[in-house]
């Protein structure tokens, strides 16, 4: 019989609750408290079988990506004449509560039985910590490393927690909404 | 050949350990990965895999193109096997659009997707032959991928990057002398798959160097997030298109092949078998191709998916390829996150190279069989 990880987080977490927006077609959860996660994950993989993290992520919910984050030059092509297009500002998506948060988004999988659960929590964007599952989970140690390089989620009890994708020279992270490029050696004039 | 633990600690026993760079220019590091190795002796005591010199932002790039613009950058992640990478992608936009592709399109990405996990194990196959110091292989292995990019470049009109799947169904339509070509195809690569069996899976030298090199337990496996054949070599029955079928998959009569003990070779061999198993299902495929639209209707020239969030993944050839995407209602994705499994298979090479000697480092890096595009992506 499949386990139902959805009742049982949620019988052990009081504050949890279902999320209001669920990722599509799978059970997701929404977390009250970055403690949470910790309990929540022990559950998932002691009790449920769990075993297996899939994913570590976020969506900055700051508001439409600003255009100073990418590198643009006039006419990249040299076989062309015309320049394309300059990208264009993506517009505010109409009745989205745009908020100065981090929702962090974990993805367990039950390799037996195949299902799936989400689990959410929103954290603030200007500090956003939340404590690392690499204790549970040795899948964590590069994922929570690649969301701390591009969102700048800084996770509790990582033993490595640096920079993986991006160079060393690199400052911001380059997947918050609000990130500007500063120029540096590798730019063109 | 066992491998043996360092000999660093006790009494008269202290050594000096020496730093090695592999890479990241090197030709069994299979593209841009930095190994740095810390020796004692022949020894590794610690490794560190230095990744990102091909991170060029793609993620970032999604948020200000179009959904369509967007299948043309997916191709850039895993390059050796680019058709998954174009499936996940429209299958995660078209859940959130709720459209579905028809039937014939459905068969079609079957049938291109498989003859690429084909294309990709070969390159597998050929270039961990070079890796121990096989060559011949390689030049086989090309020859039959060779003939499935044709097949490609008579679909689509590329070799590498496809961009054929497209939101709502496929770029372009098969006709009988490409059903027949392929076909031929299959026929002229069954036989060659035992050939490959003698010349280099069973292969006295060959087992020598994998078997029993970089051995992975099931629950190590798990637990690092290992997917795709590297998983299965473990022996977990893990694979995303038996547990949750997309495109069709349940139609089709296929086996999951596993290795017995995590080695090196029960993950090449892994490989070999599905490459037998993706023949069945393109053969399956191909006669039951249905008839009908290539295209779902209703899918816009400037998509905006209803506000919303969804994830899809698929088994791409080197393991289960996730996308998990957030619209805002907007006509570029608002975020989008990639579970990219060749930066989730890398991760374990930290700690699976320790107590291991130098001679066995190519083996067991060149057995995950990784794509630093996808893995920078």
Same mark, same amino acid.
């Given at each position: 019989? *499949?386990?139902?990880?959805?009742a049982r987080l949620l019988a052990a977490l009081p504050r949890a609750e279902s999320a209001a927006s669920p990722v599509k077609d799978y059970p997701t959860l929404r977390l009250a408290a970055p403690a949470d996660i910790l309990a929540?994950?022990?559950?998932?993989?002691?009790?449920?079988?769990?075993a297996y993290l899939e994913m570590v992520t976020a969506v900055d919910w700051l508001g439409p990506v600003s255009l100073a984050g990418f590198v643009s030059s006039a006419n990249p092509s040299p076989f062309t004449k015309k320049a394309p297009p300059p990208p264009v500002a993506p517009a505010a998506g109409a009745g989205i509560a745009y908020r100065p948060v981090l929702d962090m988004l974990w993805s367990f999988g039950n390799l037996q039985t195949g299902q799936k659960v989400f689990l959410r929590l929103e954290v603030p964007r200007d500090n956003a910590e939340v404590p690392s599952l690499t204790s549970l989970f040795a899948a964590a140690d590069w994922q929570e490393r690649e969301a701390f390089d591009l969102l700048g989620v800084r996770f509790s009890g990582h033993p490595n927690l640096t920079k993986i994708l991006t160079p060393d020279?690199?400052?911001?992270?380059?997947?918050? *909404?609000?990130?500007?490029?500063?120029? /540096?050696?590798? /730019?063109e004039d | 050949m066992k491998t043996e633990e360092p000999l660093v600690s006790g009494p008269g026993l202290e050594m000096d350990t020496m730093f090695v760079n592999l890479g990241p220019q090197h030709p069994s590091t299979h593209g841009v990965l930095r190994l740095g190795l810390t020796l004692a002796g022949e020894v590794i005591t610690k490794a560190f895999p230095d990744i990102g010199y091909l991170h060029r932002g793609t993620e970032k790039l999604m948020e200000t193109r179009?959904?369509?613009?967007?299948?043309?950058?997916?191709?850039?992640?895993? +390059?050796?096997?680019?058709? !998954?990478?174009?499936?996940?992608f429209c299958l995660a936009a078209e859940k959130l659009m709720a459209v579905q592709a028809p039937p014939r399109a459905q068969a079609l990405r079957v049938i291109t997707c498989e003859l690429n996990r084909i294309a990709s194990h070969l390159i597998f196959l050929g270039t961990y032959g070079i890796d121990i110091g096989a060559f011949t292989p390689f030049l086989y292995a090309f020859r039959e991928r060779e003939m499935i990019l044709d097949l490609y470049e008579a679909l689509c009109g590329a070799r590498l990057t496809y961009n054929y799947i497209r939101l709502g169904g496929v770029?372009?339509?098969?006709?009988?002398?490409?059903?027949?070509?392929?076909?031929?195809?299959?026929?002229? #690569?069954?036989? =060659?798959?035992?050939? +490959?069996?003698?010349?280099?899976?069973?292969?006295?030298? #060959?087992?020598? =160097?994998?078997?029993?090199?970089?051995?992975?337990?099931?629950?190590?496996?798990? $637990?690092?997030?290992?997917?795709? !054949?590297?998983?299965?070599?473990?022996?977990?029955? +893990?694979?995303?298109?038996?547990?949750e079928p997309y495109c069709g998959y349940e139609t089709y009569d296929f086996d999951v092949p596993l290795g017995e003990t995590g080695s090196c070779w029960d993950r090449y061999f892994c490989r070999v078998q599905e490459m037998r198993q993706s023949v069945r299902i393109v053969e399956a495929a191909l006669a039951a191709l249905p008839g009908g639209d290539l295209m779902a209707k %209703?899918?816009?020239?400037? !998509?905006?998916?209803?506000? %919303?969030?969804? +994830?899809?993944?698929?088994?791409?050839? =080197?393991?289960?390829?996730?996308?998990?995407l957030v619209s805002?209602?907007?006509?570029?994705?608002?975020?989008?996150?990639? =579970? $990219? !499994?060749?930066?989730?298979?890398?991760?374990?090479?930290?700690?699976?190279?320790? %107590?291991?000697?130098? $001679?066995?480092?190519?083996?067991?890096? %060149?057995?995950?069989d990784i794509v630093l595009g996808e893995v920078d992506r």
């Open positions: 019989m *499949k386990p139902d990880p959805v929540a994950a022990r559950i998932l993989k002691d009790e449920l079988g769990f020279f690199l400052k911001g992270h380059p997947l918050r *909404k609000d990130y500007a490029h500063e120029k /540096d050696a590798y /730019d | 179009s959904y369509h613009q967007c299948v043309v950058l997916t191709d850039r992640w895993d +390059y050796c096997s680019a058709m !998954p990478n174009n499936l996940a770029a372009s339509d098969v006709d009988a002398d490409w059903t027949a070509k392929c076909r031929e195809f299959l026929e002229f #690569f069954k036989p =060659r798959l035992d050939e +490959y069996d003698t010349l280099l899976s069973f292969n006295p030298i #060959f087992l020598a =160097r994998t078997k029993g090199i970089g051995v992975i337990p099931k629950e190590t496996a798990a $637990a690092w997030g290992l997917s795709g !054949p590297n998983l299965r070599g473990s022996g977990a029955a +893990y694979d995303v298109r038996k547990s %209703g899918i816009a020239k400037l !998509p905006k998916p209803p506000a %919303g969030e969804a +994830y899809a993944h698929v088994e791409a050839s =080197r393991g289960d390829l996730g996308i998990f805002d209602g907007g006509t570029a994705p608002y975020r989008l996150h990639v =579970r $990219a !499994p060749c930066f989730i298979n890398l991760a374990i090479l930290q700690d699976i190279l320790v %107590g291991k000697k130098v $001679a066995d480092v190519i083996a067991v890096l %060149g057995s995950f």
